[in-house]
């Protein structure tokens, strides 16, 4: 058996592997990267926005050039994945037959979409959103389809930002939600309110509180039936109704799993030399005292950075407040800290011009923060978080003025 050899083994090519690459190669030792995709590193948060609208190309997006990666020695496994760990022979047996091992390795193999399990799921024109031949292969067929009706399944903020999108090319865009309010796992309910009355505003008909029971047509998708009985004419569905870890292939390993990959504040597994970051790691946050897994790309990028450090010999802490971006017509929405297990929040709106502040409590102690339209409030929201500093929506008012 050939077995290729490492000082550093990165499985996964999205940012989290990207940029672990980048600290790894300062100690100038032979790295590998491996990725299920057949191209280089890139961000995923503008696939939704636009590439999906077409004003965005790869170049644009991905994190570094091959000629970056062939100066730092980094020998690029593309197109190829991970099937099976051996943590005591610290090896990795690829999809393709070949095998490499490792001084240490990051597994940074992010999370895959939820299949719709319903009859007629697997027929043509049903699109996943997760890489960039997804956001190509949407983008082509509705080119193709012309100007025609879509609907997307999920709202949250993949299926808000990829109605967004399309909506803004004049597509005719059915959104169906589950929950009573779009976005509501990530922004609450109050919120989610506010978010399908901005999509009705922008043309989209949503459909809250309704699940999906079959999608109907002969070789493709023709039309979308809801449980409450509704049919809704298509020509193309777009299912973005979450995401789970790709982590399967290491449950015959030795790894603890438990919604992905467990790991400490330091980034490591319960396996010697194995490291994992990003959104296949579910990771113990000192500042909230649990694990968390977060699937957002700013969490992505600093975690990477703290397991390549220790892969290093370093002993760096993640701790980073959780963040989350999103773009969807005039809106610029952020979110910073967890919503989950939220008992109380305070909210402002001022609608006309689509303000929104809100600060989210358990307990009496705020634990998430959110903005739309008020991009100075970041930075200050941030520094009271840091500094474990109680705040309110007045706070943030006071603040907004001050800049």
């Avoid at 949250?156 to 967004?164: K, L």
């Avoid at 919120?191 to 699940?211: D, F, I, T, W, Y």
């Avoid at 968390?292 to 790309?297: K, P, Q």
């Avoid at 991009?375 to 008012?397: C, G, I, W």
């Amino acid at each position: 058996m050939d077995v290729d050899h490492y000082r550093y083994v990165v499985v996964g090519g999205g940012v989290a592997g990207g940029r672990a690459v980048e600290v790894l190669t300062r100690g100038k030792e032979p790295t590998a990267l491996v990725s299920a995709e057949p191209v280089l590193p890139y961000s995923r948060p503008p696939l939704s926005k636009g590439v999906l609208r077409g004003e965005v190309s790869f170049s644009d997006i991905a994190l570094r050039s091959r000629d970056y990666y062939q100066a730092k020695g980094v020998d690029l496994v593309l197109g190829d994945t991970g099937v099976h760990l051996d943590t005591d022979l610290q090896r990795v047996a690829l999809e393709s037959g070949r095998f490499v091992s490792y001084d240490k390795l990051l597994l940074a193999t992010g999370a895959e979409p939820v299949k719709l399990a319903v009859p007629g799921g697997q027929l043509g024109g049903v699109h996943y959103f997760r890489t960039i031949d997804d956001a190509h292969r949407l983008k082509d067929w509705i080119a193709a389809e012309g100007d025609r009706d879509i609907v997307v399944i999920g709202g949250g903020f993949v299926g808000c930002e990829i109605a967004s999108a399309l909506r803004a090319q004049g597509r005719r865009i059915h959104l169906v939600e589950a929950a009573n309010g779009l976005m509501v796992r990530a922004l609450g309910h109050d919120v989610g309110e506010l978010m399908a009355q901005r999509h009705r505003e922008a043309g989209v008909s949503v459909h809250l509180e309704a699940k999906v029971t079959q999608i109907s047509g002969k070789e493709r998708a023709r039309s979308v039936v809801l449980s409450n009985g509704v049919e809704l004419a298509c020509d193309a569905v777009v299912v973005g109704i979450g995401a789970v870890p790709s982590v399967t292939w290491l449950e015959s390993s030795k790894l603890k799993l438990s919604d992905g990959v467990v790991v400490d504040e330091y980034a490591t597994t319960s396996a010697a030399n194995v490291f994992a970051a990003g959104d296949a790691a579910r990771s113990w946050s000192p500042s909230l005292q649990r694990f968390i897994r977060v699937e957002h790309e700013s969490n992505a990028l600093n975690q990477a950075v703290t397991a390549a450090r220790n892969m290093l010999g370093g002993s760096a802490i993640h701790d980073q407040i959780p963040y989350v971006w999103s773009e969807q017509y005039d809106m610029d929405i952020w979110c910073l800290g967890v919503l989950e297990g939220y008992d109380e929040v305070d909210l402002t709106a001022d609608k006309d011009r689509w303000e929104i502040m809100a600060v989210y409590y358990c307990q009496g102690t705020p634990t998430a923060a959110l903005g739309i339209n008020v991009p100075d409030l970041l930075a200050p929201t941030r520094h009271l978080f840091q500094a474990r500093t109680p705040f309110t929506v007045s706070d943030l008012a006071a603040a907004q003025q001050r800049t």
